[in-house]
């Protein structure tokens, strides 16, 4: 079992962790996610099947790039649409 730590932006709430949560434990191999919101950092536990990049790519396409990313405005407004869908969702 590998363990990636990733320091990202954008985080702001439950919301964005739910998001984040299900969409990086429904790629192949991953075993468990923990999302720090103090940190602003993803914990992801895997088999080693994926790479660190496969992962900052995933979590890049919710809006929330790695913290030494540019993080401009598209990607803040993609947050706020990932926040938002993880607060519905149940």
């Given at each position: 079992m590998k363990n990636e730590k990733i320091l990202i932006?954008?985080?702001?709430c439950g919301g964005c962790e739910k998001t984040?949560?299900?969409n990086i434990m429904d790629l192949e191999g991953?075993?468990?996610v923990v999302v720090n919101q103090e940190e602003?950092?993803?914990t992801i536990s895997h088999n080693d099947?994926?790479?660190r990049s496969d992962f900052t790519k995933k979590l890049y396409s919710?809006?929330?790039p790695e913290a030494t990313e540019e993080n401009g405005l598209l990607l803040q407004l993609k947050s706020y649409v990932s926040c938002a869908i993880g607060r519905m969702s149940k």
């Open positions: 932006a954008n985080l702001k984040i949560i299900s991953v075993e468990s602003d950092s993803v099947i994926l790479t919710l809006g929330y």
